[in-house]
């Protein structure tokens, strides 16, 4: 497991983009923290390394948000899943196969249905209001 700490968004966006560089497609990115800690920060900064130039949010309401770049992006939202039925209606398992890149939010509510082999990112708030502590396991950087 490797530690990065960021100091403002843009340091996140930026740790976002680095992580990027070492995708291929058919990763998947599993994010656990609490609100607020810059999950939509870093996947805005994973969009433009993939390529990405549509604008990211948060796929809250939505579920998932689907972009097109140089590797696909999946960013899915899982903060209102609570059960398998739910998740089966966000499509999840099929995108699974899709060889897009994964980013997912609130992580932990299916941790049953993850692979194995995800890339792990833990973030918490860091000493100061603005500083983020990232925990990245699962890929070499």
Not at 123 to 141: A, H, K, M, P, Y
């Amino acid at each position: 497991m490797k530690e990065y700490r960021t100091r403002s968004p843009e340091e996140t966006e930026k740790l976002g983009e680095m992580v990027a560089s070492h995708l291929h497609g058919g990763e998947i990115l599993a994010y656990s923290g609490g609100m607020g800690m810059g999950k939509t920060a870093f996947t805005r900064g994973l969009a433009r390394g993939l390529g990405i130039t549509d604008g990211v949010s948060s796929p809250t309401f939505a579920l998932v948000h689907e972009y097109r770049g140089n590797i696909p992006l999946y960013h899915f939202d899982m903060y209102r899943v609570s059960g398998w039925d739910d998740l089966y209606s966000t499509g999840f398992f099929d995108y699974l196969e899709t060889g897009a890149v994964l980013a997912i939010e609130w992580s932990e509510n299916i941790e049953g249905a993850l692979p194995e082999d995800v890339i792990r990112i833990h973030i918490s708030q860091g000493d100061t209001e603005n500083e983020r502590v990232f925990q990245i396991s699962g890929l070499d950087l």
